[in-house]
T-cell receptor
Framework: GAVVSQHPSWVICKSGTSVKIECRSL??????MFWYRQFPKQSLMLMAT?????????EQGVEKDKFLINHASLTLSTLTVTSAHPEDSSFYIC????????????FGNGTRLTVT | AQSVTQLDSQVPVFEEAPVELRCNYS??????LFWYVQYPNQGLQLLLK??????LVKGINGFEAEFNKSQTSFHLRKPSVHISDTAEYFC???????????FGTGTQLKVEL
């Protein structure tokens, strides 16, 4: 149980286009979801906290106009990389807490974005 | 602010040998501690967690970790590793409850025959 599903698992796009990544909680509701970014052989860096029904909270240094987050329902959050550039190529992972606040995060399987 | 240090970027070990992956943290308040495992091109899977209570925590796949407040450590151990344990292991901390995690830089465990 407590599955977080992320789609697509990989995507290749051309520079200047936008890409949308979906994160779904399959068997639980999540008022909060978290988006992380991971560069090759590096740790996960928190990009933003997605809040259902309100604006996302972005970490320092993350461009909110470039990484658009929408949390329209209790089971779906989306991350849209707008006007993508090669330096946006990375592994993006979402997570959600099945047990609400203070419960461990469950992670999606990630999305490998390659911008050519 | 909280931080996590994993001093070993890579740990090679032979199959059936014991292993310890080190994790130290710094925080000015009480913390929750976690170990996650990541297989290639996948998300993270929770191995174990320390929230409160007993300082020795047992997790999945035979792993365990011990919370040592005086040394601000949360080292991960397994008495006998298997080839399938080859993966990246991340230590993480959240301050004072809440779900916001800060991760260490990860330790690549490579189990060899």
């Amino acid at each position: 149980g407590a599955v977080v599903s992320q789609h697509p698992s990989w995507v290749i796009c051309k520079s200047g286009t936008s890409v949308k990544i979906e994160c779904r909680s399959l068997d639980f509701q999540a008022t909060t979801m978290f988006w992380y970014r991971q560069f090759p052989k590096q740790s996960l860096m928190l990009m933003a906290t997605s809040n259902e029904g309100s604006k996302a909270t972005y970490e320092q240094g993350v461009e909110k106009d470039k990484f658009l987050i929408n949390h329209a329902s209790l089971t779906l959050s989306t991350l849209t990389v707008t006007s993508a550039h090669p330096e946006d190529s990375s592994f993006y992972i979402c997570s959600a807490p099945p047990g609400g606040r203070n419960s461990p995060l469950h992670f999606g399987n990630g999305t490998r974005l390659t911008v050519t | 602010a909280q931080s996590v240090t994993q001093l070993d970027s890579q740990v090679p070990v032979f199959e059936e040998a014991p292993v310890e992956l080190r994790c130290n943290y710094s925080s000015s308040v009480s913390v929750y501690l976690f170990w996650y495992v990541q297989y290639p091109n996948q998300g993270l899977q929770l191995l174990l967690k320390y929230l409160s209570g007993s300082t020795l925590v047992k997790g999945i796949n035979g792993f365990e970790a011990e919370f040592n407040k005086s040394q601000t450590s949360f080292h991960l151990r397994k008495p006998s590793v298997h080839i399938s344990d080859t993966a990246e292991y991340f230590c993480a901390v959240s301050e004072g409850g809440g779900n916001k995690l800060t991760f260490g830089t990860g330790t690549q465990l490579k189990v060899e025959l």
